[in-house]
């Protein structure tokens, strides 16, 4: 968990993350870094938020500061949510599920 931890802690820093968490297909929370409370939030809506664009006009659009990741480690599918950001948002996100992968026991 100290590893997980500090895998996301680091890719906060680098994407200027408000907060990054890795989260279940039940949204729960499994590893965050960022204020307790957003890390719980974005951890609890990630699985509901995954397949929506920003620009959606229907009304089922996430919010357009959230990045959403799937992420397959063995076979089970979690969630690497994002909130704010900066230039380098996505490789950040994008080097954070990898790392995450390597950690949980995943191919990377």
Do not use: K, N
């Not at 006009?57 to 397959?72: L, Q, W």
């Amino acid at each position: 968990m100290m590893a997980l931890h500090y895998q996301l802690a680091f890719a906060r820093f680098a994407g200027d993350f408000e907060a990054l968490v890795l989260a279940d297909a039940a949204g729960c929370l499994v590893a965050g870094a960022g204020s307790w409370a957003t890390c719980e939030m974005l951890a609890a809506f990630a699985p509901l938020l995954v397949g929506r664009r920003p620009e959606s006009r229907d009304g089922a659009a996430r919010p357009s500061d959230v990045e959403i990741r799937r992420v397959m480690i063995d076979d089970s599918e979690v969630f690497l949510c994002a909130r704010g950001g900066g230039q380098a948002r996505v490789p950040s996100i994008t080097r954070a599920a990898s790392g995450c992968r390597r950690i949980l026991g995943g191919e990377a």
